[in-house]
């Protein structure tokens, strides 16, 4: 695992953005995930200037949200599709057939799972994922306690997410389950980058990088992946020892 600490979060952006394009330039079919939440915004909104600006393809790159609320449909404002219709889809021009999310009103979610991994496992994989960490060291809806070697799974959501995750919705909003990408899908990815920025991220950070890998922290699980970046601003870095 390597750290990387930037000056602030438009320094971490603009660098994050530049990995997700250089893989979509290394590879014009390159299979993305992607997390939404207030983290990535910055990054995503300059991948979508760099992409427009350079006139990059990506009408072969396959795209792969990390997660979804269940029961929460695709134009509630607080879900992951309409989250990335609004950062990303709506700007840039990826094939519908290319793109991959959970359906969480899907009668049978199980089966959502099913799908996902195999349309993974099809695609051979993923080469790039972007995930932030939430306050209690879970990535994407990996709560605390998840075992590492989980594929896509259905999660009852732990306290802290369902109070945090109110901040997506307009109104107060009943958050029960979440389905996610499992933590075994991120140890199969070629390169992942965990963003965090601010203050309010420090002590999860310094848990995740200092103490025991476990899945108390599912977040520590970065420091086994052979090429897992840690990209943090300097805020969020602030309560570690070196
Ligand atoms: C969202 C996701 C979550 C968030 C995490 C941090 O798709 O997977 O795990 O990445 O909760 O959220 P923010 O970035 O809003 O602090």
């Known amino acids: 695992m390597q750290l990387n600490i930037f000056e602030d979060n438009d320094a971490l952006s603009r660098e994050a953005a530049s990995e997700i394009v250089n893989t979509i ?32 393809d990506i009408a072969d790159v396959t795209f792969i949200g990390l997660d979804e609320w269940l029961g929460i449909p695709p134009d509630n404002e607080g879900s992951c599709h309409y ?24 009668e049978r979610p199980i089966s959502e ?3 996902m991994d195999k349309v993974i496992r099809h695609l051979n994989g993923i080469d790039l994922m972007l995930v932030g960490i939430g306050m209690n060291g879970h990535i994407g809806f990996n709560e ?3 075992p590492f070697n989980k594929y ?3 999660v009852d959501l732990d306290e802290t997410t369902v109070s945090v995750g109110q901040k997506y919705f307009k109104e107060a909003t009943v958050l029960k389950q979440g389905i996610t990408l499992g933590l075994q899908h991120l140890m199969e990815t070629g390169k992942v980058l965990l ?3 601010g203050e309010k991220k420090a002590l999860i950070i310094k848990q995740t990088i200092e103490g025991e890998i476990s899945n108390k922290v599912p977040a520590s699980i970065m420091r086994q992946h052979p090429n897992g970046i840690i990209m943090l601003d300097k805020e969020a870095a602030s309560l570690l020892s070196h």
Do not use: W
Request: aromatic letters at 12%; proline letters at 3%.
């Open 152 to 154: 896509s799974h259905i």
């Open 83 to 106: 989250f990335f219709q609004q950062h990303l889809f709506q700007h840039l021009r990826f094939s519908a057939s290319n793109i991959y999310m959970f359906r969480a009103m899907a």
């Open 144 to 146: 605390p306690g998840v």
């Open 195 to 197: 963003l965090a920025n």
């Open 25 to 56: 330039q290394q590879k014009s079919n390159a299979v993305i995930c992607l997390a939404s939440g207030s983290t990535p915004i910055l990054t995503y909104k300059y991948v979508v200037e760099i992409i427009q600006r350079d006139k990059i």
């Open 113 to 115: 799972c099913e799908r």
